[in-house]
């Protein structure tokens, strides 16, 4: 079986898994990362949302074949890390709004959330409405306003 290196949460690991495993199932079945969660499995609940050198990607929908050696994935788990505290700005702002309800979507909306403040400041600006409007995480809950108010709390809060 072939081995898979790569880095998650800023160390490297390697497990023996075929290619053609979607990442998401190395990650919660492997490696024991479950902050990803398993919703729909193809890509269109984007429960599972997670960064891929600090993208927001899909976890269900790639191979851990197509992820190199030094490629970063960052799940909820790791996202403090990134910002040296113990909760991400994203993640206070998640708690100030009260957001979650059954909680199931959060992290991947967090992360989406993240990915998204991250690309607009990349563009040399603030984020907007129609930015929110791009989040397309499902949340069954249906907490969206209080989301949009978190992102827009927590891009406040990120430097």
Not at 30 to 42: A, M, R
Not at 46 to 51: D, F, L, M, V
Not at 139 to 148: A, D, E, F, P, Q
Request: proline fraction near 5%.
């Amino acid at each position: 079986m072939p081995k898979q290196t790569f880095i998650l949460n800023g160390k490297p690991v390697t497990v023996n898994v075929k290619d053609d495993v979607r990442v998401l199932w190395v990650l919660r079945d492997l490696l024991g990362v479950t902050g990803p969660k398993y919703g729909c499995g193809i890509n269109v609940c984007k429960a599972c949302t997670s960064h891929i050198n600090g993208k927001a990607f899909n976890p269900c929908s790639v191979r851990v074949g197509d992820l190199g050696r030094d490629d970063e994935v960052t799940t909820i788990e790791g996202l403090p890390d990134t910002v040296g505290q113990d909760l991400h700005p994203m993640q206070e702002a998640w708690i100030d709004r009260d957001v979650p309800q059954c909680g199931y979507c959060q992290p991947g909306q967090i992360m989406a959330a993240v990915a998204l403040v991250k690309k607009v400041r990349r563009e040399g600006r603030e984020i907007r409405d129609a930015d929110l409007d791009t989040i397309r995480n499902i949340c069954r809950c249906g907490t969206y306003t209080r989301i949009r108010e978190a992102v827009v709390q927590g891009a406040r809060g990120m430097a």
